[in-house]
């Protein structure tokens, strides 16, 4: 492949090769403080190459592909290379994660604790970690968690948080622009924009936490609380893992001990703050 | 890497690990579904920590699949054991069920089955009933063309299980110019211990040669290639040479299995009876360039050279006219 | 009319954690993971101490639950057809 970037994200390493120069250019700019794997090896290979040789020049259109793949992907166009390898990346893990348990979660971490936050897509999870993420937790992850299925730790997966459409705005309003790629818009998902972590986050992201709280939020709703039942939380977690199912006894027991360790709460809320909010009462109440 | 040829070296003699491309042959590896072999074949090698955790997810992994493949067998021994016929598992699965070396880090996709053509109907008919369903809405073209030649149902797909089901009813297309004896492969079959049946060993490798070869184009070769030289050197005797040396000519697939010996030995180093496999021709030096064409980033590379094969596989499955009308048929579909 | 008679496989093949009001199943033998809600559990546990068929099995549980109404029988045959779809039962 024409041009390479390998990056470390938590304990993935991602080796991707591009048959364009400009999608590894803006990923290096957005990645730049993100160690290089310490050993030069990686764990998966991403490809962002044209469907058909002749759409590397003409109307180019980039089709992500590496060791693994979804079939009947659309390819997408060169100026959303950027979002072309952070969905490579995704589906490495979406396809290729074996060794822990893949949570379609965002987490934060305090004091050594984390708070694993899941729900359907546009329920809010992402901004309300990279939320947390600035005001005094450090942000362990917006999209995937690691669970260690023997150890019980939660691991960091600290990629470029992706913000679509209102979301952008409200951590435009937190974070200094330097910490942001391009604005991307028209793609598949709506407007988009990368965020980095903080330093705090990337300078930690080899370090895990132990699980202290599962958290269901939803964003646009009256603000509410309630506890989750052990049973609708265990469905909630199995339908939010894409690897759970080809994990056996191993993970059927792992997911029961974080079950029965955590409390689970279910949050509605009308805006991000209040959510903030909420959970800095309950930490409280947790540590009390 | 510009070609598998560290991915053949590494299965073969994994002893002689040294300061490998790790990346590339990981996605070469991958991309040959060959990983779970490769992390059997490297265990307990000095190997870099990193790649050392890839090798130890892929057993783990490897586990699961056996698990989840005989799971499918049996779930279909469930359904079809009321209708009393042979049912022969074939392919990974059949390895995983016998336990053959073959099946080590062996992934599976689709549970493959062979029964008696007369009842395949009735066999239909119990799998739809035990909840599988036909795959996608096939045009009236396909479904009947499917019925009519090839060597198969149309796939099924299990409702809530989500896994396919291919029922056989012999090893090759009826287009297909070798003309295999079904009926000789269900009388040789052996049974195992639940009652689902598999192969003799002779048929098991015939089987995989013509899986090479004449059912498609070479993709996925290598893996295929190492079945069969995990299976000739699990079986190899004197009783077996002369088995598979009448059986590949009483299914008329000798050319295959001579083929298939060479280039076993010439990749992996394979001992092969010289009198069934004969000599290195210059057209295995074709077929060894085709299945290594796989460069360290998982890339298919020589496109030239699989679009020769490509057209080969179709070319051996079907007679001139009936391509050429089949071609025709599926461009006016927009296939 | 008696129906086919169903059996269950050993409690060592099937782990069983009790999740406020249901329960959650992994099944050794196909590695999958299924949540039940009573009556299946003690379902799993009379077909697992022996053989029986629908009549049977509606006749164990009234034995030893509270398992009473005409709607009982019914719910018997459908989810022994759940069961065995799942796999978590068998004829024998």
Same mark, same amino acid.
């Given at each position: 492949?024409?041009?390479?970037?390998?990056?470390?994200?938590g304990?993935?390493a991602?080796r991707?090769?591009?048959?364009?120069?400009?999608?590894?250019d803006?990923?290096a700019?957005?990645?730049?403080p993100?160690? &290089?794997?310490?050993?030069g090896?990686?764990?998966? #290979?991403?490809?962002?190459?044209?469907?058909?040789?002749?759409?590397?020049f003409?109307?180019?259109?980039?089709?992500?592909?590496?060791?693994?793949?979804?079939?009947? &992907?659309?390819?997408?166009?060169?100026?959303?290379g950027l979002?072309?390898?952070?969905?490579?990346?995704?589906?490495?893990?979406a396809l290729?994660?074996?060794?822990?348990?893949?949570?379609?979660?965002?987490s934060?971490e305090?004091?050594?604790?984390?708070?694993?936050?899941?729900?359907?897509?546009?329920?809010g999870?992402?901004?309300?970690?990279?939320?947390?993420?600035?005001?005094?937790?450090r942000?362990?992850?917006?999209?995937?968690?690691?669970?260690?299925?023997?150890?019980?730790?939660?691991?960091?997966?600290? %990629?470029?948080?992706?913000?679509?459409?209102?979301?952008? %705005?409200?951590?435009?309003?937190?974070?200094?622009a330097?910490?942001?790629?391009?604005?991307?818009?028209? /793609?598949?998902?709506?407007?988009?924009r990368?965020?980095?972590?903080?330093g705090?986050?990337?300078?930690?992201?080899?370090?895990?936490?132990?699980?202290?709280?599962?958290?269901?939020?939803?964003?646009?709703?009256?603000? &509410?609380?309630r506890a989750?039942?052990?049973?609708e939380?265990?469905?909630?977690? /199995?339908?939010?893992?894409?690897?759970?199912?080809?994990?056996?006894g191993?993970g059927?027991?792992?997911?029961?001990r974080?079950?029965?360790?955590?409390?689970a709460?279910a949050i509605?809320?009308?805006? #991000?703050? #209040?959510?903030?909010?909420?959970?800095?009462?309950?930490?409280?109440?947790?540590a009390? | 890497?510009?070609?598998a040829?560290?991915?053949?070296?590494?299965?073969?003699d994994?002893?002689?690990?040294?300061?490998?491309?790790?990346?590339?042959?990981?996605?070469?590896?991958?991309?040959e579904?060959?990983i779970?072999?490769?992390a059997?074949r490297?265990?307990?090698r000095?190997?870099?920590?990193?790649v050392?955790?890839?090798?130890?997810?892929?057993r783990?992994?490897?586990?699961?699949?056996?698990?989840?493949?005989?799971?499918?067998?049996?779930?279909?021994?469930r359904?079809?054991?009321?209708?009393?016929?042979?049912?022969?598992?074939?392919?990974?699965?059949?390895?995983?069920a016998?336990?053959?070396?073959a099946?080590?880090?062996?992934?599976?996709?689709?549970?493959?089955i062979?029964?008696?053509?007369?009842?395949?109907?009735?066999v239909?008919?119990?799998?739809l009933?035990?909840?599988?369903?036909?795959?996608?809405?096939?045009?009236?073209?396909?479904?009947?063309?499917?019925?009519?030649?090839?060597?198969?149902?149309p796939?099924?797909?299990?409702?809530?299980?989500?896994?396919?089901i291919?029922?056989?009813?012999?090893?090759?297309?009826?287009?297909?110019?070798?003309?295999?004896?079904?009926?000789?492969?269900?009388?040789a079959?052996?049974?195992?211990?639940?009652?689902?049946?598999?192969?003799?060993?002779?048929?098991?490798?015939?089987?995989?040669?013509?899986h090479?070869?004449?059912?498609g184009?070479?993709?996925?070769?290598?893996?295929?290639?190492?079945?069969?030289d995990?299976?000739?050197?699990?079986?190899?005797?004197?009783?077996?040479?002369?088995?598979?040396?009448?059986r590949?000519?009483?299914?008329?697939?000798?050319?295959?299995?001579?083929?298939?010996?060479?280039?076993s030995?010439?990749l992996?180093g394979?001992?092969?009876?010289?009198?069934?496999?004969?000599?290195?021709?210059?057209?295995?030096?074709?077929?060894?360039?085709?299945?290594?064409a796989?460069?360290?980033?998982?890339?298919?590379?020589?496109?030239?050279?699989?679009?020769?094969?490509?057209?080969?596989?179709?070319?051996?499955?079907?007679?001139?006219?009936m391509l050429?009308r089949?071609l025709?048929?599926?461009a006016?579909?927009?296939? | !009319?008696?129906?086919p =008679?169903?059996?269950?496989?050993?409690e060592?093949?099937? =782990?069983?954690?009790?999740?406020?009001?249901?329960?959650?199943?992994?099944?050794?033998?196909?590695? !999958?993971?299924?949540?039940?809600?009573?009556?299946?559990?003690?379902?799993?546990? !009379?077909?697992?101490?022996?053989?029986?068929?629908?009549?049977?099995l509606?006749? =164990?549980?009234r034995?030893?639950?509270d398992?009473?109404?005409?709607?009982?029988?019914?719910?018997?045959?459908?989810?022994?057809?759940?069961?065995?779809?799942?796999?978590?039962?068998?004829?024998?």
């Amino acid at each position: 492949m024409r041009h390479r970037l390998d990056i470390q994200i938590g304990p993935v390493a991602f080796r991707i090769g591009s048959a364009w120069k400009e999608p590894l250019d803006a990923l290096a700019r957005l990645y730049e403080p993100y160690p &290089a794997p310490r050993d030069g090896l990686s764990d998966f #290979t991403v490809r962002l190459e044209p469907e058909k040789p002749w759409r590397r020049f003409i109307r180019p259109s980039v089709a992500i592909k590496g060791d693994y793949v979804l079939p009947d &992907a659309v390819p997408m166009a060169l100026a959303h290379g950027l979002l072309a390898a952070e969905m490579g990346m995704n589906l490495q893990m979406a396809l290729g994660q074996k060794r822990y348990l893949l949570l379609h979660a965002s987490s934060a971490e305090k004091d050594g604790r984390a708070i694993i936050m899941t729900g359907e897509s546009g329920a809010g999870k992402s901004t309300l970690a990279a939320l947390l993420g600035e005001r005094g937790w450090r942000l362990m992850g917006d999209e995937f968690a690691l669970l260690d299925m023997d150890s019980g730790r939660l691991l960091p997966f600290p %990629r470029a948080v992706s913000l679509k459409n209102g979301a952008i %705005r409200v951590m435009e309003a937190e974070v200094e622009a330097d910490r942001f790629g391009p604005r991307l818009e028209g /793609t598949p998902k709506g407007d988009i924009r990368h965020m980095r972590p903080n330093g705090e986050a990337l300078d930690r992201m080899g370090e895990g936490a132990t699980p202290a709280l599962i958290l269901f939020p939803r964003f646009g709703e009256a603000q &509410a609380i309630r506890a989750v039942g052990a049973a609708e939380v265990f469905m909630r977690l /199995t339908q939010a893992s894409t690897n759970y199912v080809n994990l056996g006894g191993r993970g059927f027991d792992a997911l029961n001990r974080l079950i029965a360790a955590n409390p689970a709460l279910a949050i509605d809320y009308p805006d #991000t703050d #209040t959510a903030v909010g909420l959970v800095e009462d309950f930490w409280r109440e947790l540590a009390a | 890497m510009r070609n598998a040829k560290l991915l053949v070296r590494a299965l073969r003699d994994p002893a002689s690990i040294g300061d490998w491309d790790w990346a590339g042959l990981v996605s070469a590896a991958r991309a040959e579904q060959l990983i779970g072999s490769l992390a059997f074949r490297m265990a307990g090698r000095p190997v870099p920590r990193r790649v050392a955790e890839i090798f130890e997810a892929a057993r783990f992994d490897a586990g699961q699949t056996r698990t989840q493949a005989l799971w499918e067998a049996e779930m279909a021994r469930r359904a079809l054991a009321p209708l009393g016929v042979p049912v022969i598992l074939m392919k990974g699965t059949a390895f995983h069920a016998a336990g053959l070396a073959a099946s080590v880090g062996r992934s599976v996709g689709d549970l493959d089955i062979m029964v008696p053509r007369p009842s395949l109907d009735d066999v239909e008919a119990a799998l739809l009933e035990a909840g599988w369903e036909h795959v996608k809405d096939s045009q009236g073209y396909d479904d009947s063309y499917y019925r009519r030649w090839m060597h198969e149902l149309p796939p099924l797909i299990h409702r809530s299980r989500d896994r396919m089901i291919d029922v056989h009813h012999t090893i090759l297309p009826l287009t297909a110019r070798p003309r295999p004896n079904a009926q000789a492969m269900i009388d040789a079959s052996v049974e195992l211990e639940n009652g689902l049946r598999i192969l003799c060993p002779a048929d098991i490798v015939i089987h995989a040669a013509a899986h090479l070869f004449a059912d498609g184009d070479l993709a996925g070769g290598l893996r295929n290639l190492w079945d069969i030289d995990r299976l000739l050197r699990e079986f190899d005797s004197p009783g077996f040479r002369q088995s598979l040396a009448e059986r590949a000519r009483l299914h008329q697939l000798r050319p295959a299995v001579a083929r298939a010996l060479r280039l076993s030995e010439r990749l992996y180093g394979t001992p092969v009876d010289r009198s069934l496999a004969g000599r290195s021709s210059l057209a295995d030096r074709l077929f060894e360039a085709r299945l290594i064409a796989r460069n360290g980033w998982g890339q298919e590379r020589r496109k030239l050279l699989r679009f020769a094969f490509y057209l080969r596989g179709h070319w051996l499955r079907m007679p001139p006219l009936m391509l050429a009308r089949h071609l025709w048929v599926k461009a006016r579909s927009g296939a | !009319m008696a129906g086919p =008679r169903y059996v269950a496989d050993p409690e060592d093949l099937v =782990r069983v954690v009790e999740l406020d009001g249901l329960s959650a199943l992994f099944h050794e033998p196909s590695g !999958m993971t299924h949540i039940v809600a009573a009556p299946a559990p003690q379902i799993l546990d !009379m077909l697992r101490a022996a053989p029986a068929d629908a009549a049977e099995l509606l006749r =164990r549980l009234r034995a030893c639950y509270d398992f009473e109404g005409d709607e009982a029988a019914e719910s018997i045959h459908a989810r022994l057809e759940e069961l065995e779809t799942a796999g978590l039962v068998r004829r024998a």
